[in-house]
Protein backbone atom coordinates (compact mmCIF):
# COMPACT_ATOMS: atom_id res chain seq x y z
CA UNK A 1 0.00 0.00 0.00
CA UNK A 2 1.49 3.57 -0.81
CA UNK A 3 1.57 6.18 1.48
CA UNK A 4 -0.61 7.54 -0.13
CA UNK A 5 -2.93 4.99 0.32
CA UNK A 6 -2.59 4.71 4.05
CA UNK A 7 -3.22 8.72 4.31
CA UNK A 8 -6.64 8.82 2.75
CA UNK A 9 -7.16 5.82 4.18
CA UNK A 10 -6.12 7.08 7.86
CA UNK A 11 -7.74 10.26 6.95
CA UNK A 12 -11.31 8.65 6.56
CA UNK A 13 -11.08 6.31 9.50
CA UNK A 14 -10.96 9.51 11.88
CA UNK A 15 -13.90 10.45 10.66
CA UNK A 16 -16.50 9.54 13.79
CA UNK A 17 -19.20 9.13 10.79
CA UNK A 18 -16.91 6.64 8.86
CA UNK A 19 -15.66 4.77 11.90
CA UNK A 20 -19.01 4.27 13.23
CA UNK A 21 -20.15 3.07 9.95
CA UNK A 22 -17.28 0.61 9.01
CA UNK A 23 -14.89 0.60 12.06
CA UNK A 24 -11.03 -0.29 10.01
CA UNK A 25 -12.91 -2.08 7.51
CA UNK A 26 -11.43 0.63 4.83
CA UNK A 27 -9.56 -2.28 2.58
CA UNK A 28 -7.06 -1.45 -0.20
CA UNK A 29 -7.27 -3.87 -3.34
CA UNK A 30 -8.67 -6.80 -2.02
CA UNK A 31 -11.78 -7.49 0.82
CA UNK A 32 -9.67 -10.46 2.64
CA UNK A 33 -11.91 -13.62 3.05
CA UNK A 34 -14.74 -13.71 5.99
CA UNK A 35 -14.94 -9.83 5.58
CA UNK A 36 -17.60 -8.11 7.70
CA UNK A 37 -19.84 -5.84 5.91
CA UNK A 38 -20.41 -2.68 5.76
CA UNK A 39 -17.12 -1.98 4.26
CA UNK A 40 -15.11 0.08 1.89
CA UNK A 41 -12.67 -1.23 -1.49
CA UNK A 42 -10.35 1.51 -2.36
CA UNK A 43 -8.40 1.40 -5.38
CA UNK A 44 -5.90 3.85 -7.83
CA UNK A 45 -7.69 4.08 -11.05
CA UNK A 46 -5.72 7.09 -12.45
CA UNK A 47 -2.65 9.07 -11.78
CA UNK A 48 -1.95 11.96 -14.31
CA UNK A 49 -0.20 15.10 -14.53
CA UNK A 50 -2.30 18.38 -14.96
CA UNK A 51 -0.75 20.90 -17.73
CA UNK A 52 -1.69 24.32 -18.91
CA UNK A 53 0.12 26.64 -21.37
CA UNK A 54 3.39 27.60 -18.73
CA UNK A 55 3.88 23.74 -18.89
CA UNK A 56 3.24 21.24 -15.97
CA UNK A 57 0.56 22.39 -13.27
CA UNK A 58 0.00 19.78 -10.59
CA UNK A 59 -0.86 16.55 -10.81
CA UNK A 60 -4.32 14.26 -9.71
CA UNK A 61 -5.07 10.68 -8.87
CA UNK A 62 -8.04 9.28 -8.78
CA UNK A 63 -9.30 6.65 -6.30
CA UNK A 64 -12.52 4.18 -6.63
CA UNK A 65 -13.80 3.79 -3.40
CA UNK A 66 -16.68 0.78 -3.37
CA UNK A 67 -18.51 0.91 -0.34
CA UNK A 68 -20.76 -2.93 -0.02
CA UNK A 69 -23.43 -3.43 2.44
CA UNK A 70 -26.09 -5.52 3.31
CA UNK A 71 -29.09 -2.68 3.42
CA UNK A 72 -29.64 0.12 1.51
CA UNK A 73 -29.81 2.32 4.68
CA UNK A 74 -26.04 1.23 5.74
CA UNK A 75 -25.27 1.64 2.17
CA UNK A 76 -26.51 5.11 1.70
CA UNK A 77 -25.27 6.24 5.30
CA UNK A 78 -21.76 5.31 4.78
CA UNK A 79 -21.61 6.72 0.98
CA UNK A 80 -22.91 9.82 2.35
CA UNK A 81 -20.12 9.91 5.56
CA UNK A 82 -17.61 9.32 3.40
CA UNK A 83 -18.59 12.23 0.74
CA UNK A 84 -18.89 14.77 3.49
CA UNK A 85 -15.15 13.85 4.61
CA UNK A 86 -13.58 14.47 1.19
CA UNK A 87 -15.41 16.95 -1.06
CA UNK A 88 -13.88 19.92 -0.93
CA UNK A 89 -11.24 19.15 1.19
CA UNK A 90 -8.02 21.42 1.30
CA UNK A 91 -4.93 20.45 3.10
CA UNK A 92 -2.98 17.81 5.20
CA UNK A 93 -3.64 13.98 4.73
CA UNK A 94 -0.73 12.51 6.82
CA UNK A 95 2.16 12.77 4.76
CA UNK A 96 -0.33 14.08 1.50
CA UNK A 97 -0.49 17.92 0.91
CA UNK A 98 -4.07 17.91 -0.71
CA UNK A 99 -3.91 21.13 -2.87
CA UNK A 100 -8.05 20.00 -3.74
CA UNK A 101 -10.16 17.16 -3.13
CA UNK A 102 -13.02 16.32 -5.40
CA UNK A 103 -15.40 13.37 -4.35
CA UNK A 104 -18.55 12.12 -6.14
CA UNK A 105 -21.52 9.58 -5.95
CA UNK A 106 -21.25 7.70 -9.43
CA UNK A 107 -23.51 4.44 -9.46
CA UNK A 108 -24.37 1.79 -7.33
CA UNK A 109 -26.85 -1.43 -7.57
CA UNK A 110 -27.59 -4.38 -5.55
CA UNK A 111 -25.94 -7.76 -6.84
CA UNK A 112 -27.64 -11.24 -6.31
CA UNK A 113 -25.16 -13.68 -5.71
CA UNK A 114 -23.67 -12.05 -2.78
CA UNK A 115 -26.85 -10.16 -1.35
CA UNK A 116 -24.93 -6.94 -0.99
CA UNK A 117 -25.50 -3.69 -1.87
CA UNK A 118 -22.62 -1.23 -3.76
CA UNK A 119 -21.73 1.90 -4.43
CA UNK A 120 -18.91 3.74 -6.36
CA UNK A 121 -17.33 6.40 -5.15
CA UNK A 122 -14.44 8.53 -7.07
CA UNK A 123 -12.10 10.44 -5.20
CA UNK A 124 -9.82 12.63 -7.12
CA UNK A 125 -6.75 14.23 -5.20
CA UNK A 126 -5.19 16.81 -6.79
CA UNK A 127 -1.64 18.58 -5.87
CA UNK A 128 0.13 21.52 -6.84
CA UNK A 129 3.47 19.44 -6.94
Known sequence: MSDTESSIRT????????????????????????????????????????????????HVVTYQCEVYATTKAALNSTAAAIKARFAGYRGAMGDVDAGRVWCRITRGGFEPSTQKFWRVIEIELGTNE
Do not use: C, E, K
Not at 27 to 44: C, E, S
Open 11 to 58: FALVDTAINAAIGSRWYIDHIPDNAVYPLVLMRQIANDDLYSQDGASG
